[in-house]
Structure formats: C-alpha cells, structure tokens
C-alpha cells in the first residue's frame, strides 16, 4: 500500500467549522455545490478546520485511505506518535485474533487435592483458571450461573462436602495485575479493575440500596454473590424532597483494615433506589467465594477456609490433585464484540496476557506486548510507530500512530477473520460506543468503528464504505486539546460522515 504523508492542499474555499465537511465546500455565489466526489474540497475544507485557533494547541492526526487503490485521501501527522486511549483495543483485538484464532476458549478446571469417600473430597477443592471473562453478567446475563453450573458437574460426580476449603492452583498471570502506568486514583472503579487468572462478573461488585422510612437504614444487596464481601452500612434515609448535599451521597467503599468488607454510607431519600459499582481489590478471592456460595446453594457443603494460597509442587504428585472437570468459555469469536463495542478494558489485559502465555510461555503483559509487537512488525507496521504498555489503552504510556493503525486495519481487512473482526466493532448509531453518534447520517449503520476516551484524548478509527460503495480506512487521533471532548468528536464525525458520502 502507498501511504502518501504529504498534507494534500488544494484551492482554499471559505473557513469552514463542521458542518461544512457535512455539506461540502461550496462554490461562489450563485454557483452550484461541489459534488460529493470531490476530494479536494474534502481536503480543503479539513485544512480550513484545523487551522482554527482553537485546534492551535492541539496534537491531531488523520489518515484516510483507500486501501483497494492505495491512495491516501487524506494525511496529516500520519507518522506522529499518539495516546490511543481504546483504539489500542483496535489492536489487541486483532492479534488476538489472528494469533489465537476464533476459536481459541478459556478454560477453568476444577481439581480434588485428596480422596473422595463417600461424597467427601477429604482435602481442599482446587479451582485452575486462565482469565476466563465470560463468567459475567455481561455475557452469561448472571456472573453466578457458570458458577452454578460447575457446582452441578460437581453434585453429579457424588461429592457433598469438602472439609479444606477452596484454593487457586496454578499462576496464568504471575506479574502485576493492573496495567502499567494505570492510575492508582481509579482501581476502585471498575473500568480499573485489575484481572488475574480468576475474574469474576468483568472485576467489579454492584451495590443496589433502597431507601427506606426516614431515620432508618435502607435496604443494600451486593452482587453478583450476595454473601461476599460483607457490608458495612453507614448509610441513612431521609425524608422524601429532603435536599442531600453533595457531601453526604451514597458511595461504596473498601473497609481500610479488612478485605472482606466494604463500607456503604451516605443519606438516600425514602423510597428510591440506587446502584453503585466498586472494583475487587482480590479477585481470586472474591471468585472462590462466588464458587462457594454455588455450592452451598447446590447442596455441597464446604468446610475450611476460602484461601488464595497457591499449592507447593511435591515430588512424584501433580501439585492441585486430580482433575474433575474443566469449564470452558465461548469462544474467542463471541468474546471479541463483548470487547471491542462496550470497550471493555478487562478484556484487552486478559488477552495481552494470554497472547504472553500462549505464545511466549508466560502469562504477562510484557510478554503479550513481545507478541503484539512481532505481529505489528510483520503487518508493516514501523519499529517507531508503536509502543504497547498495555491491552486496553488505559495506559497513557501506549503510543501510536495513524499509520499503525492503518496498518492493522488493512491487515484485517485482507486476512481470513475480517467479517468477524469488521461485526466486533462498534457500529455508528446502532450499538457499542458509538450507538448515539451520527445517527440520521449517511455514517449511521455503515461505520464500523473503535473510539478511544482519556484526559486529553480522544480517537475514532475504523471502516466506512462511501456512496459508492468503495471501502475506506481511516484513523482519527487526537491529544493534548483543551477544547471540549464533543469539538474534537465533532470533528471526527464530520469527516467520517463526508467520507460516507464520497463517490
């Protein structure tokens, strides 16, 4: 493909704000509309747009091409290193597919560490994971019911108690597990959820508190698992009208000395409801738990403690005992939209570190971002025109330029899993990130497209086919603006929607 990095210019039409990408520079008065088709209005009339003032301070990067002819239609900063934000996932998403295929699924295996005597496992019940995400609310529409399920093979294999507790086995994920460069102000929210090797409901807990008569406490129900992690209430209620200030809102928090407690406080009027959300601060131990609770509510008690200690190898005897049963997730082809339209970031580590594991023989992120890079090098994509800190571009240290994205698009688009990876991206008006964006426009329903949101950033990159039913790549970065988010997306909307008009 030839990428043309020149800024392409052409005769000036008048200053244009967005709508004139819309509606096409036009002629002199008393002069018909350029046609849609035209490319140099195009070009003149980004040119016009991002040489207002209030772009002066902005770092902005935009290439559009036609990668059936190989012509750039439109280039700027096209080289350029820029934060992604969740176009990185744009990437992750693609390795992953190509490197472990559509069918590649998780697998959670669940072994006995002692004897089975008349329906008693005499040791501790070991639980085996690799990352599995779909054990989720937002997958299986309720994080307990795989749970379930496993707590059902293990009923039919006759066992109905288990004197040393629940244990992990194994380490998929041995290194940190939050991202690099994560910030530590937001690990209690869930998109900072950190992910291990066993991840329940996508890293986070919901709390749904009703309020009940004035002076009382209100009612609280933790889930996924109603019975772990323990609550706190602080929290009261109020008359109803009552004014509640900004100081005294409900909020969810972990209790500062015990990680099996979280603390509920703050003031709800009488009679509403609201739900919080808090990320887990141990996420083996709070998916042990959930496994627990399905047990006992399948009639298999469980004795000893719940602990995240990992077995000791022993000569001549497999470390977690003997295996019973494995769960396996939907594969990859189902799990990758479930990533790439909400923008999931749990998802993107998961993947990094499973593309570490699977092809490099360690579960990290430094390995997976070895294996993103070797497979960015061999697409085309330059030694400088990438760095992969993490999986899902919450990492501010990620860097990447419009021609790397590019790159990888093209790539998809010409390899054997490109229907399944173009459905996984978010569509324009309909679903994902992008369900309220340009609708009733020509993009609406036609682009297929990952957005990317950070302080500072903002990112849109993707597929459109235009009038006439040519397809196009584009990537659209932008860093560092002091302008309101919805001026940069409206400068990105605007392009994208001119290029669905092009013929």
Not at 139 to 165: E, V
Not at 188 to 217: H, I, K
Not at 333 to 353: D, R, T, V
Request: contains cysteine; aromatic residues 6%; proline residues 7%.
């Amino acid at each position: 493909m030839r990428l043309d990095l020149n800024w392409h210019r052409a005769a000036r039409c008048a200053p244009a704000a967005a709508v004139l990408l819309v509606a096409a520079c036009r002629a002199p008065a008393g002069g018909a509309p350029a046609p849609a088709s035209d490319v140099r209005a195009l070009r003149t009339a980004l040119d016009s747009m991002v040489r207002e003032p209030k772009y002066a301070n902005a770092s902005l990067g935009v290439l559009v091409v036609d990668p059936a002819r190989g012509d750039t239609l439109l280039s700027l900063n096209a080289g350029k290193l820029f934060m992604p934000a969740s176009n990185q996932k744009l990437l992750t998403g693609a390795v992953a597919l190509t490197q472990l295929g559509p069918d590649f699924r998780f697998s959670t295996t669940v072994y006995a560490d002692g004897p089975v005597v008349d329906g008693e496992l005499r040791g501790a019940l070991r639980v085996v994971g690799t990352g599995d995400p779909s054990i989720s609310d937002a997958m299986a529409r309720d994080a307990m019911a795989p749970l379930r399920a496993m707590a059902d093979s293990l009923a039919a294999r006759g066992i109905r108690r288990i004197t040393q507790g629940l244990r992990p086995g194994g380490d998929a994920f041995p290194d940190a597990t939050w991202g690099f460069g994560w910030s530590w102000d937001d690990t209690d929210f869930p998109y900072s959820a950190g992910v291990d090797e066993l991840y329940l409901n996508e890293g986070f807990l919901t709390v749904r508190v009703w309020g009940s008569a004035p002076g009382t406490a209100p009612r609280v129900r933790v889930a996924p698992n109603a019975t772990f992690p323990r609550v706190r209430l602080d929290a009261r209620s109020v008359a109803r009208g009552d004014s509640i200030p900004r100081a005294r809102r409900l909020r969810v928090e972990h209790d500062s000395t015990d990680a099996t407690l979280i603390v509920v406080s703050g003031e709800i009027a009488a009679g509403d409801s609201s739900t919080l959300e808090l990320s887990h601060r141990d996420q083996p131990r709070t998916f042990l738990e959930a496994f627990a609770t399905a047990l006992r509510e399948r009639g298999i008690a469980v004795e000893g403690p719940i602990t995240t200690q990992r077995p000791m190898p022993q000569a001549g005897r497999e470390p977690m005992g003997t295996a019973l049963f494995s769960w396996v997730s939907p594969p990859l082809a189902e799990i990758l939209p479930a990533f790439e339209k909400p923008s999931q970031n749990q998802i993107g580590e998961i993947l990094l570190k499973t593309l570490g594991r699977s092809k490099a023989g360690v579960g990290s992120a430094d390995s997976g971002a070895r294996v993103m890079r070797d497979q960015l090098l061999a697409w085309g994509a330059r030694p400088d025109g990438f760095i992969v800190r993490d999986g899902s571009g919450l990492s501010r240290y990620d860097v990447v330029s419009p021609e790397t994205i590019i790159r990888v698009l093209d790539a998809m688009r010409t390899g054997p899993h490109y229907a399944l990876f173009h459905r996984s991206l978010p569509i324009a008006g309909v679903d994902g990130t992008v369900r309220n964006r340009m609708r009733g426009t020509p993009a609406a329903g036609n682009v297929h497209a990952k957005t990317g949101t950070l302080n500072m950033v903002r990112s849109l990159s993707g597929y459109v086919t235009t009038a006439s039913g040519r397809p196009l790549l584009f990537s659209l970065l932008a860093n560092h603006f002091t302008v309101p988010t919805r001026e940069i997306d409206a400068l990105h909307e605007a392009i994208v929607i001119r290029l669905a008009t092009l013929r």
